[in-house]
């Protein structure tokens, strides 16, 4: 099974600040996609972004973006101008090209006013 | 996005009771749902996958007569637990994935708190 890995538990970030999430993962796929989803405590699942392997690019979506080192297997975001609704659980997520997603830990991100 | 429903939101049981729980993609068609237990504070654990037409693939470790599986349509998967114990509390969560794309993301449901009491 693929493995993904969110070495920080807990962050913090001072509103409008940036902060960085990491994420790692073990594959030996060559394609596949890359998602980090953001959980409030509302606990409904968010999609923030999407990555597709074969795209060199990194994706960015408004303040959200991610930093995407294929050969290094990581797949880091960084959100922008933090703001107080971006406190939340953000887990970082694989998907090969079956049906399976393999999540991370999660990272809490806190963000103090 | 897509929108999945997930129904209840929260529920109470008395020990031994069964529960139903239930996952409906409500613009979409999901050929494949997945069912998640999530501990307070942990990541998703993939329960099962549920396929539209055919029996559910339950993850290693997960008792397939415990937790019920049945996707009788494209729209409408539901999650049986069956004489529920307090062991059983925890948060479910549904996702589908629409058909196309290998890349399509899953949309989550809202999650269902079981208490069992």
């Known amino acids: 099974a693929q493995t993904v890995t969110q070495s920080q538990p807990e962050m913090s970030v001072q509103e409008a600040e940036t902060v960085t999430l990491s994420c790692t993962y073990d594959?030996?796929?060559?394609?596949?996609?890359l998602f980090w989803y953001k959980q409030p405590p509302s606990r409904q699942m968010i999609l923030v972004i999407r990555q597709e392997a074969y795209k060199q690019q990194n994706a960015t979506e408004n303040r959200f973006s991610v930093n995407f080192q294929k050969a290094a297997k990581s797949f880091s975001l960084k959100i922008s101008d933090s703001q107080l609704g971006d406190a939340a659980m953000y887990f970082c997520a694989y998907k090969d090209t079956g049906n399976q997603f393999y999540f991370g830990t999660g990272t809490s991100l806190t963000v103090i006013p | 996005g897509a929108v999945v429903s997930q129904h209840p939101s929260w529920v109470i049981c008395k020990s031994g009771t069964s529960v139903k729980i239930e996952c409906r993609s409500l613009d979409f068609q999901a050929t494949t749902m997945f069912w998640y237990r999530q501990f307070p504070k942990q990541s998703l654990m993939l329960m099962a996958t549920?396929?539209?037409?055919?029996?559910?693939?339950?993850e290693q470790g997960v008792e397939k007569d415990k937790f019920l599986i049945n996707h009788a349509s494209l729209t409408l998967s539901t999650l049986t637990v069956t004489s529920a114990h307090p062991e059983d509390s925890s948060f479910y969560i549904c996702s589908a994935r629409a058909l196309g794309a290998p890349g399509t993301e899953a949309f989550f449901g809202q999650g269902t708190r079981l208490t069992v009491v």
């Open positions: 594959t030996s796929e060559s394609d596949y996609y």
């Open positions: 549920s396929n539209e037409g055919s029996k559910a693939t339950y």
